[in-house]
Structure formats: C-alpha cells, structure tokens
C-alpha cells in the first residue's frame, strides 16, 4: 500500500473516530443538561470490578474495586491511544472520586443500558444524517431545475459561449 494510501486510510479512520465521540459527546450533554429525565443516560454496574478512578482536583488516576449496584452517568467520551473510544462517567451516589472511565467494550459488558443508549444514539444521530442528505439532495435538484431553466432562458443569446 503506498504511503499516500495509508495517509488517507488513517485520515478516514480519525475521521470517523472523531464523528463518533462528537455524537457520543452531544448526546451525553444532553442528557446532562437541565433536562431532568436522566432516566435513559443512567447505567448501573452489575459486577464486582475495578475501575479506573479520577479524584476531583486531582489531575491523577488510581484504581477503585467496586462491588457492583453503583450507578453512573455518562458525561463524554474520547479517542484512546489505540484508537477505540473511552467513557466518562459520574458517579450518582456519593463517591470519593469525581468520574470513573471505562473502554466501550467494558461498558457495554458491565453497565446495564449502556449499549442500548449507544444503538438509540446512533440510530437517531443516522436518522437524522439522513433527513438531511434527503433535504440537501432535494434542495440541490431544485437548485438544478432552476438552474436548467435560466439556460433555456438564455440559450437564444449565446450566454456562456465565449
């Protein structure tokens, strides 16, 4: 493969990492917002495990067992160094620490909800990709149309011919 390629190849890749940490990033503001229905943005941990931790106004991350039961809410997400994504959650109850991360995968395996709230969010995010590429096409065919329609218009002066 040539560099060129594999230049564009990992552009592409970036890219779409990118596009999905910002759908994943609205969503979870918007479910922290002042909405009060949290309800669909809340994951219970349902196994005894250990998490990675970050105390509030610590820069620092540590390990914490956690015993499972504890809930949490989503807040954003980012690309790691091996390219999946990392979830930022808060605790609900009161904690020690201020977010606990998790990769994707873990999420999805010890956070009930979580991966349903992952297919909602892109579901609707591609629903609504694709109103606007139908808007968008609708609009430029209109565009078209008119467009087509001067040149008709001013066929009979030799408009353009130069």
């Known amino acids: 493969m040539s560099d060129t390629l594999a ?11 990118n596009d999905r940490i910002a759908v994943r990033n609205l969503a979870a503001r918007r479910n922290t917002g002042e909405n009060t229905d949290h ?19 610590k820069p620092d991350y540590s390990k914490k067992e956690h015993t499972g039961g504890e809930e949490f809410m989503a807040l954003r997400c980012y ?19 201020a977010e606990m991360e998790m990769t994707e995968s873990a999420a999805k395996k010890s956070l ?23 808007n968008e096409a609708s609009i430029e065919a209109e565009r078209d149309k008119l467009m087509a329609t001067r040149a008709e218009e001013y066929a009979h002066l030799g408009f353009g011919t130069w």
């Open 79 to 97: 690309a790691s160094k091996r390219g999946g994504l990392i979830y930022v959650f808060r605790p609900l109850q009161v904690a020690d620490y």
């Open 7 to 17: 230049d564009s190849r990992i552009e592409q890749i970036v890219e779409e990492i």
């Open 39 to 57: 309800n669909s943005a809340r994951f219970m941990l349902t196994e005894s495990i250990v998490l990675t931790v970050k105390k509030a106004n």
């Open 112 to 134: 009930s909800g979580f991966e349903a709230w992952l297919k909602t969010i892109v579901d609707s995010s591609l629903d609504r990709e694709c109103r606007d590429a139908q």
